[in-house]
């Protein structure tokens, strides 16, 4: 098999790592900037509930949710497939980690912002939407970039409970082969995925910054 071969092998697991990839950033973003809005809220219940979940996904392995999910929620009467094990399993465990940025860079605003709002006649909903949320945003775009490019490598890590991701196929090819080329092959691809996840997140800073002044 030759080099070209063994990429368009390994390319067959894009998709599926691709998948996992967009689902999971569609639906932890949201769900990370809904608990950071409750976590900075004056709901003391609140925040000890949302503080308890960031603790245990963001204490805990990846790895080690994912087959508790995947292995475990079945001896309690709960069977998901194992794409569906790996969406929810990824989505509860970066919005964990989106939670803590985004309560960061709300926290970062500065009091006297929010005491001008209100002056103004804004209310909660009116100040973080015009005012807070907006630069909340702006400050934490490069900690979303970083999140964002490990998120496409904890992707292999659903090879583990038997899905035939990029690193899989490469890992059957070197086995069956015995080449570290489709290792070499594998690498290039995370590069270059992490390389367009880079080089579009510094296009969403330097245009995000020119819209905010």
Known sequence: M???EMFLYIFKGLQLT????VITIILSIPLGLILALGATSKNIVLNKIIGFYTWI????PLLLQLFFVYYGLPVMGITLTAFGAAVFTFTINYAAYLTEIFRGG?????AGQYEASYVLGLNYIQTMKNIVLPQAIKNVLPSLGNEAITLIKDTALI?????AEILRNSKELVTNKFSIIPFILCALIYLGLSS??????KYIENNYAKGMR
Not at 106 to 110: P, R, V
Request: no cysteine; aromatic share 12%; glycine share 8%.
């Open 196 to 201: 367009i996840i880079v080089t579009l997140f």
């Open 159 to 163: 090879s583990a409970i038997g899905m």
């Open 2 to 4: 030759e080099s070209s």
């Open 106 to 110: 709300i926290e970062s605003i500065e």
């Open 18 to 21: 691709l998948e996992l990839y």
């Open 57 to 60: 996904f963001r204490g805990t």
